[in-house]
T-cell receptor, first 113, second 114 residues
Framework: GAGVSQTPSNKVTEKGKYVELRCDPI?????LYWYRQSLGQGPEFLIY????????DSGLPNDRFFAVRPEGSVSTLKIQRTERGDSAVYLC???????????FGPGTRLTVL | GENVEQHPSTLSVQEGDSAVIKCTYSDSASNYFPWYKQELGKGPQLIIDIRSNVGEKKDQRIAVTLNKTAKHFSLHITETQPEDSAVYFCAASSGGTSYGKLTFGQGTILTVHP
């Protein structure tokens, strides 16, 4: 079946701009996670949704980062006033329930010039 | 919070040899330990996982062992093949309000030479 999909695959933007990254989880998965992966590092947790609500947003670095999942399926990660340090691969994962095996999408590579 | 350390950072083996990657974690409440394989330009792929109620799990050429007392777990790959070459990540997860949140190690670049 279809896995986790993320769009766009690549996003280049200028410092100070606003970006939105989209994640389509595996159908039926109630839990959705966002991670950020810098070059040569392991993924770092950003936020975890159970259904429509953010169960844990402790990994969001600051208030420029925000994520929503209004209908409990697709999620959007929003970054305001982008900075060069935001450049990374943003990964989305989903699982049947919180605590179950997480399946990752291919990621969105964000480059802030 | 949880901290996961992974070693070695790079590992080079000959085809057919075994490879072992080790991880330690800090939070004694962690109870779920997955391993992921990541190829260039792709997202991490789950290859095996273990929960805290067992000490070992095996799936064909891959096995994972867990020592809860020492807070470490290891990935063992036997009869390595060139297609095993990739970056491998260990991770740990605990319960409570952070249920499902994974903390990853720094990764091991595995190279299998034909």
């Amino acid at each position: 079946g279809a896995g986790v999909s993320q769009t766009p695959s690549n996003k280049v933007t200028e410092k100070g701009k606003y970006v939105e990254l989209r994640c389509d989880p595996i159908s039926g998965h109630t839990a959705l996670y966002w991670y950020r992966q810098s070059l040569g590092q392991g993924p770092e947790f950003l936020i975890y949704f159970q259904g429509t609500g953010a169960a844990d947003d402790s990994g969001l670095p600051n208030d420029r980062f925000f994520a929503v999942r209004p209908e409990g399926s697709v999620s959007t990660l929003k970054i305001q006033r982008t900075e060069r340090g935001d450049s990374a691969v943003y990964l989305c994962a989903s699982s049947l329930e919180g605590g179950d095996e997480q399946f990752f999408g291919p990621g969105t590579r964000l480059t802030v010039l | 919070g949880e901290n996961v350390e992974q070693h070695p950072s790079t590992l080079s083996v000959q085809e057919g040899d075994s490879a072992v990657i080790k991880c330690t974690y800090s939070d004694s409440a962690s109870n779920y330990f997955p391993w992921y394989k990541q190829e260039l330009g792709k997202g991490p792929q789950l290859i095996i996982d273990i929960r805290s109620n067992v000490g070992e799990k095996k799936d064909q050429r891959i096995a994972v062992t867990l020592n809860k007392t020492a807070k470490h777990f290891s990935l063992h790959i036997t009869e390595t093949q060139p297609e095993d070459s990739a970056v491998y990540f260990c991770a740990a997860s605990s319960g409570g309000t952070s249920y499902g949140k994974l903390t990853f190690g720094q990764g091991t670049i595995l190279t299998v030479h034909p």
